[in-house]
């Protein structure tokens, strides 16, 4: 599904304050892989998450993407991917704290072309049982927990139904019991058939995945299979 080869990214290229965040990195993930991506703070492990999610581009190297390349796409077709193809689930939730949990997982859907409003609000709300958080569907994100916030963050990601979900570091705010809970809700959606990739800096939260790639000083130094 994913098959990156010799990227690289150089943030300020050229000048005194560049950067090498990614070096020479090959990786493969193949379709239905859950898989965690581990490195210290600065290790390359976000950069790395970005370029596999269309939200950053490699300065050399190539990215293909259910075998099409999409190292040298243009800004819309990149997101046009992203909103179809790729859920993201961030450590900081990226909710709208003054919208509801159900106005949030609606609005990936406004993107679409020929969705009406009740079908959105019907795809929202059964999405959000899904993730157990129906009950407070009306609540504003503000008066969630940390918990109840990431359900939401996972709905939002799923909503649109995508074939790869992307979490960076989606348990570190939360506690060992609420992140064991919203791993078994990951590790459920990939038995569903989901490729989910979550990068951690959790050894306990890794293991709890199929696979885990090491990366550090931006290059993939060993990949562990359970």
């Not at 059964?126 to 990431?150: A, Y």
């Not at 989901?194 to 939260?205: E, L, Q, S, W, Y």
Request: charged share 30%; with cysteine.
């Amino acid at each position: 599904m994913v098959e990156l080869k010799n990227i690289e990214r150089i943030y300020n290229k050229g000048t005194p304050d560049e950067v090498k965040a990614l070096d020479d990195v090959t990786l493969h993930i193949e379709k239905g892989e859950l898989i965690s991506i581990m490195g210290i703070s600065g290790s390359g492990k976000s950069t790395l998450l970005h370029i596999i999610g269309c939200l950053d581009k490699p300065t050399a190297g190539t990215y293909e993407l259910n075998g099409e390349d999409i190292s040298r796409k243009y800004s819309d077709t990149l997101s046009r991917i992203r909103n179809e193809k790729i859920g993201f689930v961030l450590q900081d939730y990226g909710l709208i704290e003054d919208k509801t949990a159900l106005e949030n997982v609606m609005y990936p859907l406004a993107f679409k072309s020929g969705v009406s409003y009740k079908q959105m609000k019907g795809r929202a709300e059964n999405t959000l049982d899904m993730v157990g958080i129906t009950d407070n569907k009306r609540k504003n994100v503000s008066k969630l927990s940390g918990g109840q916030k990431q359900r939401v963050a996972i709905a939002r990601a799923i909503v649109t139904d995508p074939a790869l979900i992307l979490c960076d570091e989606p348990t570190a705010a939360l506690d060992h019991k609420t992140a064991d809970k919203i791993m078994d809700l990951l590790i459920s959606l990939n038995k569903s058939g989901k490729t989910v990739i979550i990068v951690t800096h959790d050894k306990r939260i890794a293991d709890m995945c199929k696979r885990t790639v090491y990366i550090s000083d931006g290059r993939i130094s060993e990949s562990d299979d359970k």
